[in-house]
């Protein structure tokens, strides 16, 4: 009885969380925003790659953007974002393990009015919790880094089979890595999720970047209005 209990208590908070993503993801399809939910392990080069998209969007004319920097303490990343000229809102979990739709209401909220073409979660450093919960995005994407090598998609699935996109970070390290089977990571994923876009990318070189922020774009053209 109490494991059933527990279930539905569960049960009941997703979906709750849900109902209130999914009037955040209407919202803001509406006024022309495009939520982008990116997600990886800590270390897997979040920051240094939404830099790196928001230096290529910027050079095709896109200049209304806007970060939401979650992290379970401290303020370095957001400071980053916005010593690059972008709004960013940081938002501290206190010791939660993901991102709740509510918490996305409060940072989106700090933004008092602000207009995007792009808003981008930086979600907090973490495989596990995060795939669980509706952050109200249109797309969710994810990191995984040369150095933490490619079984992590036989390690965590739930995960690859959650988003809409996998990026290969700091692929410049792929001669210091030669067990980085990068077939075997395409098939793997694939095989959890068959519609997976795959992007192998270096924020230091700038490979893949442009190749990226072209899907980014398309997906934004078919997910929002204006």
């Not at 501290?92 to 918490?103: A, F, I, P």
């Not at 792009?118 to 797309?139: K, M, Q, R, S, W």
């Amino acid at each position: 009885m109490e494991q059933k209990r527990v279930i539905e208590v569960k049960k009941n908070i997703l979906a709750a969380n849900d109902a209130a993503a999914g009037a955040f993801r209407a919202a803001r399809a509406a006024e022309g925003t495009f939520f982008v939910d990116e997600m990886a392990s800590p270390g897997a080069g979040k920051t240094t790659l939404l830099l790196a998209v928001i230096k290529e969007l910027r050079a095709r004319g896109v200049e209304k953007l806007g970060v939401i920097e979650a992290d379970l303490e401290s303020d370095v990343d957001a400071l980053k974002i916005k010593e690059a000229g972008v709004p960013s809102v940081e938002l501290n979990t206190r010791g939660v393990c993901h991102v709740e739709m509510n918490m996305v209401d409060m940072a989106f909220a700090a933004f008092a009015g602000q207009q995007f073409e792009y808003l981008f979660l930086e979600n907090i450093g973490n495989l596990v919790c995060p795939a669980d919960f509706d952050t109200g995005a249109h797309t969710r994407i994810m990191l995984l880094s040369v150095p933490e090598g490619w079984d992590k998609v036989m390690k965590y699935p739930p995960m690859f089979a959650a988003v809409d996109a996998l990026i290969v970070t700091k692929c410049d390290y792929l001669s210091l890595n030669p067990d980085f089977d990068m077939a075997r990571l395409h098939e793997e994923a694939r095989r959890l999720n068959p519609r997976l876009e795959i992007f192998e990318t270096s924020a230091r070189t700038g490979e893949g970047i442009p190749a990226l922020v072209d899907w980014l774009q398309a997906q934004r053209a078919a997910k929002v209005q204006g």
